[in-house]
């Protein structure tokens, strides 16, 4: 596992610490990543409980492409080159079906926003829908690939290179460990989930079965919550959900797998992945008032996992990897407030 580092609370974001002070090393590109504004929601009111109890959330679905063109162009961090590294909005899918607006569907007219002219961008990584956090993209077909070909590497002799932030329900125990556990795509009334095998077989493995890893480290606690840090050293949909909710604390905004985590007279338990079905999630009332939410709100609440880092290779082979860092969301912030997270 690599080298964990402190968090710092800076300018209303936690932010990795580097011996006195903080620092943005080099993406091995010739640039370092240049922090813009993230892209904020309108409201009327200055009491963001009664109105928009969760700051900052973009509600990418009210949007057209030029609409959301724009959101791109002011979320990227970082440009250089054939490389282009933007903080994605929660909720803004990557693909989907044909006609939808995604990500991948905007980026012809992203690449013209951006100067690029006829080089148009590439995917090369980036988090799942409900999760917010570094995309990177690629206008270089050789570049794409290179860093494809440093990424796989890099899982296979387990290396995290992506680090995630969570806040997550429950405080995870111990407070440092990895997350081993088979999992597979199932389909439950119209959606396809990740579900555990237990001791999968060599038929369940070229059945699209696949064993997944976690590195799980808790940075901050308070309010019966905890702030993680989550490096996957595999690539699985939905993996930091399940492994989180498999530690019998869900991330805050899970409406998919916080499902499967039950209580019984104070104490924790998982119910059947097989039969459980996504629904809203629950909290208990302490965690209500100390988030200054009603019951009816937290459907509303957005999942609080966050792509912050990422490691790229150096420009040249014998190079260490630098790193892309994005600040967490305004409603992250918001919530690490409410629920006075100190660090241990």
Known sequence: MGALRVWRWVSGTWRPGFGAGVRWRDAGFGTEARRRPQPQ????????????????LLRTENLGVEELVDVLKAAVVDQKGPLVTLNKPQGLPVTGRPGELTLLSVLPQLSQALGLGHRELQVVRAPGKEASGLVLLSSCPQTASRLQKFFAHSRRSQKPTATYCAITDGVPEPFEGTVSVAL???????IDLAVPVTSPSRKDILEGVKRTLSHFHVMATGGGCALVQLQPLTVFPSQLQVHMALQLCPVLGDHTYAARVGTVLGQRFLWPATTTKPQRQVLDEALLKRLRLRPSQVAQMPLHLHLHRLLLPGTRPRDPPGELVAPVPSYFSWTLQRLRLSQK
Do not use: H, I, T
């Open 41 to 56: 929601a309108s409201s009327k009111s200055k009491d963001p409980v009664e109105d928009q109890p969760f700051p900052g």
């Open 184 to 190: 597979k795509l199932e389909r439950m009334d119209g």
